[in-house]
């Protein structure tokens, strides 16, 4: 090392040459680096969806979802299987381990569904697989609204158009059109007229779809020249649709028109979409997992731009919501913390050193340091995201630790009367190991990080990657960069160490201090004892959670409308709701999302969502304010309601959910569950149905099958597609149906008739009718039935009743958060043990690393006592602070071992050499201790206080405080329990190992 330091001195143009070269390159990958929310986080949720019209929820359960979760059972990295059976629908979640190829288990899974799918029902379809996250949200938000109030048209530009311009850039996943209405042609029969003419909806419908048809019938050859042929009888007009004839009488031919009359309107709506009060289509735009929000904005505001210069005169465009601007706000919120402590700690030097010159050269270490780290996060194909810039922010106190003390060294060696160039060479060399070895155990506490899998790596890989980087090269700086530059800045104006500001009293101070803890035998062990019990207890004591509550700007209001409302009915109350909400001034802007579309599988796949629910999404930045005047308005109703910020982004990423637990549901669980308060229960969607009982017999004396009779049921309720209707590029549904309301009671359903070979027998005779009570959503947990119980208050009363009726009960967000801390426990014992293993290979012992290790409990200790006064958590963030307390906490001990060792080396060479019993004495360790305090008080103030503007956060919008915090108790407490009981314990150490070595070479 002072081989590279003293060519650092005689040739300061060269070096500053180099670091001027990287530079360039550093400010290059700064605009060229992605910038993203979070570290790339692997997907690890598969969703199956399969279809089977008419076909019932609890009949779908048992048909579909079960043999499906049966087969997906035998994928390889399966961690859990769940699944959501609705009417027609059934959706399976198969979840996999975090070190599981998705890609791999998603090609895997589609061969063994292509093997499920003969056992399944004949006239199910095909079960489709995707990759999908059950609680991933929109990166943007777009909303259209026609200015002429045409929401068939919208809704067919957003579909056809629109949603494949934004489907075709770079970096979006998929689209999903919501609200807006579905234009339908509806072919309206007169019942009575239809069955005098022995017509059904069926037969009309075959007839319609064999008269409106395109089709290629060859080619004619005539000369030499080639013709295509086709038969074409498509419909052009609606008339046609009428004109159609059905078939021949006697006399005339019977025609549609006779029968029915043709209407063009909309399809009965399943979801809608409400900008403030105004119906409107929205465009929910997911980004790839590897795409940066930033660019994928910019790319979508520019698109959005062609299309107001394409569309602007009929639809207005506005973005709702925008992913990107969370990232600006939380860049932004970071960047100002990390400027803040800069000039903190600029301050500080000016305070210590009374120099600007020091103060600057020791300063320009911070952004030379966040530079490098970007270059090389650039280079190892990460991002500028939250987890990376608090690895950086973190860094900026800690980064100028061993310029410090080099500088510091070569100020006492320059004071001397040596020549500038060798007090600089002696200086910083005489440090280099010391400095070597704290940026050593910083760093490599961080190795772990790059070779365990799983969540703990993805999250943490980028925050690792910029301290590590960030550490190391302040201590490259600190032997090359610091040295050139002293040489160059002090040559002509020579330093004046005179101006530091003095530590002669407080060296004093802690010489009398040190000299009492040494006579007091008890004080050492006492504050181990303190530390080890204080951080037992605090951490039992402190809340877990994966991150702290911060502050959001968006609200969400749910509510649930009482069940069988019609989805109509529910739009026209929304919009009175719109309005009472628009009169509070706090909104800035809100929209509302009701029912589910029928594309909306990721809503479908939510055991707790039903149509008859809606969604308030509100912006604010009063948002405590609101909540409150909102709870107020739904107060004062019978709406079911729950308001929420919006999640984390952790949170949202692992699927987690607050105060839920899953229960093993036997058929009474529901009542057992009824006697609960405050706890809500889904899915619980029980609605009185009407069941048609086939009599079998009956059916075989008509041969009737059951699945024809069903089938006629279901077309005679809800109409039959008979076919489509092309205009402009349109497809329309023609729809066959009879006016609404003509079964409405059992009566009447009773009457309908069903065609037989015998003619036609009305449906009572093949069956007859119950009014049951009937699930409409079935959910499942690991491949039995279950429920989600959501809990308000304390959950502890509820699990133990829970358990002592037999049930299981389980709470996936504990399961998660076991599973993170336990790997995060794994992951400090690892640390533990590497910094041991390291330390031992740096100074040649087994017992002093044990000795030096000691100062991480009062570092425990302190970080659990800062984030307990200031009601923190132990979460993501914080184990974050251990992690790095691991490194920093022995850094001053170290420091006090070097100085030891180099004073009794130097004491055994001049005084001690013919006292061969003589060994290290209290005062010498004393003098040692008080020596170095001025460079371990400056070293420690400048990472606490640099870490101040991460910590005070009164508004709650940083998430980072909780590890601010940590971190600064952590480093607060170690350093006053570190300069009383350090020095007393290496004495000692020190003494046993001396005695050991003398009794070793005596005999």
């Not at 060229?32 to 949720?45: E, G, H, V, Y």
């Not at 029912?595 to 939510?606: L, R, T, V």
């Not at 489509?724 to 009447?748: A, L, W």
């Not at 017992?847 to 030096?852: H, M």
């Amino acid at each position: 090392m002072s081989v590279l330091v003293k060519f650092s001195v005689k040739h300061p143009v060269s070096v500053l040459s180099l670091y001027c070269a990287l530079i360039l390159c550093c400010i290059v990958s700064l605009f060229t680096i992605k910038f993203d929310l979070l570290p790339k986080i692997d997907d690890r949720f598969l969703l199956i969806s399969t279809e089977y019209s008419g076909l019932s929820a609890d009949d779908m359960k048992i048909l579909v979802t079960r043999p499906i979760e049966d087969s997906a059972s035998s994928l390889k990295g399966l961690k859990n299987i769940s699944s959501v059976s609705r009417n027609g629908l059934s959706l399976v979640t198969v979840e996999v381990h975090w070190n599981t190829n998705i890609n791999l288990a998603l090609t895997e899974c589609k061969g063994i569904i292509d093997e499920c799918y003969e056992n399944l029902p004949s006239m199910c379809s095909k079960p489709e697989v995707r990759i999908f996250n059950p609680k991933r949200k929109a990166s943007l938000i777009l909303s259209i609204t026609p200015l002429d109030g045409d929401l068939k048209y919208a809704r067919h530009i957003s579909q056809k158009d629109i949603k494949k311009r934004i489907q075709g850039i770079k970096g979006v996943s998929s689209v999903m059109v919501l609200g807006g209405e579905k234009e339908e042609i509806r072919l309206v029969l007169d019942k009575d007229k239809a069955e005098k003419s022995h017509l059904d909806i069926n037969m009309v419908s075959q007839m319609l779809a064999s008269s409106n048809f395109e089709y290629p019938a060859g080619k004619i050859l005539e000369g030499n020249n080639e013709y295509s042929f086709k038969t074409s009888g498509l419909f052009s007009s609606l008339q046609d649709i009428l004109d159609t004839p059905l078939f021949c009488s006697s006399d005339s031919f019977v025609k549609v028109s006779d029968i029915g009359f043709v209407e063009n309107t909309s399809e009965e709506i399943s979801s809608f979409f409400l900008q403030k009060d105004s119906p409107a289509v929205c465009l929910e735009i997911y980004k790839k997992s590897d795409a940066s929000p930033l660019d994928l904005s910019r790319q979508i505001k520019s698109e959005i731009k062609e299309l107001c210069n394409l569309y602007g005169n009929y639809y207005e465009f506005n973005l709702l919501y925008d992913e990107a601007e969370d990232l600006k706000s939380s860049i932004f919120q970071l960047s100002l913390s990390a400027l803040s402590g800069c000039l903190v700690t600029i301050i500080l030097l000016l305070i210590f050193f009374r120099s600007f010159r020091a103060s600057f050269l020791l300063s320009s270490i911070i952004p030379l340091s966040i530079f490098f780290s970007v270059l090389v996060l650039k280079c190892a194909h990460a991002s500028i995201n939250v987890m990376s810039l608090s690895g950086i922010a973190v860094g900026i106190g800690m980064v100028i630790d061993t310029s410090l003390v080099a500088f510091e060294s070569f100020s006492k060696n320059y004071s001397s009367s040596l020549s500038l160039e060798k007090s600089v060479i002696q200086g910083v060399s005489s440090v280099s190991f010391s400095n070597f070895s704290s940026s050593l155990t910083t760093i490599i506490v961080f190795l772990p990080l790059f070779f365990i899998s799983g969540l703990s790596r993805m999250l943490f890989k980028d925050m690792a990657i910029a301290i590590v980087s960030s550490i190391a090269f302040s201590c490259v700086l600190s032997l090359t960069f610091i040295p050139s530059m002293i040489s160059l800045v002090y040559k002509r104006h020579p330093y004046k160490a005179s101006r530091e500001l003095s530590f002669s009293r407080l060296e004093s101070l802690y010489s009398k201090i040190l000299n009492f803890s040494f006579d007091k035998k008890w004080i050492t062990a006492l504050l181990l004892i303190f530390s080890l019990v204080l951080s037992v207890l605090l951490g039992f004591t402190l809340k877990k959670e994966i991150l702290p509550k911060t502050f959001s700007r968006e609200i969400v209001v749910k509510i649930d409308f009482p069940k069988n409302t019609n989805i109509c009915l529910v739009l026209e109350q929304t919009k009175l709701i719109c309005r009472e909400i628009e009169r509070f001034e706090e909104i800035e802007t809100y929209y509302v999302k009701g029912g589910i579309d029928e594309s909306d599988y990721s809503s479908f796949a939510d055991e707790s969502k039903i149509p008859e629910s809606i969604e308030i999404h509100c912006m604010s930045e009063k948002s405590e304010k609101l909540k409150k005047k909102i709870t107020s308005l739904f107060s004062k109703t019978n709406l079911d309601y729950v308001i929420q910020d919006r999640p984390d982004i952790i949170s949202s990423l692992l699927a987690i959910e607050n105060n839920c637990f899953i229960v093993s549901s036997p058929s009474d669980v529901l009542d057992f569950l009824s006697d609960f308060e405050n706890i809500s229960v889904a899915p619980d969607y029980v609605l009185k149905d009407y069941v048609f009982v086939p009599d079998r017999q009956a059916m075989a004396k008509y041969s009737v099958s059951a699945l024809d009779c069903a089938q006629i049921i279901y077309n005679n309720l809800n109409g039959n597609v008979a076919t489509r209707f092309f205009k402009d590029g349109r497809q329309i549904p023609v729809r066959v149906t009879y006016p609404e309301k003509t079964f409405s009671d059992e009566q009447q359903l009773e009457s309908l008739l069903v065609g037989c070979d015998s003619g036609y027998v009305p449906l009572k005779v093949l069956g007859k009718i119950e009014e049951r009570e009937k699930e409409k959503i079935f959910y499942r947990y690991s491949k039995e039935d279950a429920k989600k119980v959501y809990i308000k208050g304390e959950n502890k009363k509820f699990i133990n009743n829970v358990k002592k009726q037999g049930l299981n009960c389980v709470s996936l967000k504990d399961l998660q958060m076991k599973e993170l801390f336990s790997n995060a426990a794994v992951l400090l014992i690892i640390i533990l043990l590497l910094l041991y293993c390291i330390m031992g290979a740096q100074f040649q012992s087994f017992l002093i690393p044990l000795l030096i290790m000691t100062s991480i409990l009062p570092c425990f200790a302190g970080a659990f006592l800062f984030l307990f006064v200031f009601a923190q958590s132990i979460n993501v963030n914080s184990i974050v602070a251990l992690i790095i307390l691991f490194g920093t906490s022995v850094n001053n001990a170290i420091i006090l071992y070097e100085s030891l060792l180099h004073k009794s080396l130097l004491h055994k060479s001049l005084v001690y050499k013919r006292l061969q019993n003589q060994v290290l004495t209290k005062e010498v360790v004393i003098e040692c201790s008080v020596k170095k305090l001025r460079s371990i008080v400056i070293t420690t103030l400048t990472s606490i206080l640099a870490l101040l503007p991460f910590a005070i956060d009164p508004l709650n919008k940083n998430s980072q405080s909780s590890m601010a915090i940590a971190i600064i108790g952590g480093l607060s407490f170690s350093f006053i329990t570190v300069l009383l009981i350090m020095p007393k314990i290496l004495y000692v150490g020190m003494s046993v190992r001396e005695k050991g070595k003398k009794m070793g070479g005596n005999s």
